[in-house]
């Protein structure tokens, strides 16, 4: 089994990831990606030991974060080893990164070595639209769409811990299992 945690994107921001997805869709692309809620990854999938002590982590780094604020200039794509990946840039401030290495470190304090794809000073920060295998649809997407400017200025106020039954994350191996609100500590 394996825990991922994400900031959860609301109203305009949730709705361009899901109108992309739905255009791509249209272009070729399959809607896998989008059985999750629109989020930003702070923690890539990661093998947990226990599900109620990741449960139980989740509340308590939750309650240590406020709402922030997230910049999505632009829709972006990466080709990786024979998959295409659409996704709404996220720029990164003095906020976010150190949301990202704080949770690694807590979450290593805590449960030993959790590496994920991409961890650390590498990650980069993105909301994902879509995700499909390299074909000649998906890349003609791809070049025809790169770059497309979006400039969405979006607050995010709620954390989603999202639970994966199979390492293949096949369609129906994996949930949405809490959302937790941030709460502002100076309300």
């Known amino acids: 089994m394996k825990a ?7 109203g305009n921001a949730h709705a ?4 992309v997805a739905l255009e791509l869709h249209g272009a070729g692309f399959g ?6 809620p629109a989020h930003v990854s702070l923690k890539q999938p990661f093998d947990i030991p226990n599900l109620s002590e990741v449960e ?25 080893d024979g ?8 720029l990164e401030d003095a906020v976010l990164r150190p ?12 449960f030993g070595s959790v590496p994920a794809p991409f961890d650390g000073e590498a990650y980069h920060f993105h909301a994902t639209a879509v995700i499909d295998h390299a074909n000649d649809a998906t890349l003609e997407a791809m070049e025809s769409r790169a770059g497309e400017r979006f400039d969405i200025r979006t607050t995010v106020s709620s954390l989603g811990l999202f639970i994966f039954t199979d ?21």
Do not use: C, M
């Open 56 to 80: 139980a982590f989740f509340d308590g780094f939750a309650a240590s974060l406020e709402p922030t604020d997230l910049t999505l200039p632009s829709l972006e794509f990466w080709h990786i």
């Open 4 to 10: 991922a945690i994400a900031l959860l994107l609301e």
């Open 99 to 110: 949301i990202h290495n704080r949770l690694n470190l807590e979450l290593e304090a805590q």
């Open 167 to 187: 390492g293949d994350f096949a369609l129906g191996s994996y949930v949405s299992y809490k959302t937790l609100a941030l709460e502002s500590v100076n309300p």
């Open 31 to 36: 809607l896998s990606a989008a059985q999750l």
């Open 16 to 19: 361009a990831v899901r109108r």
């Open 83 to 90: 998959v295409v990946i659409a996704y709404l840039d996220v």
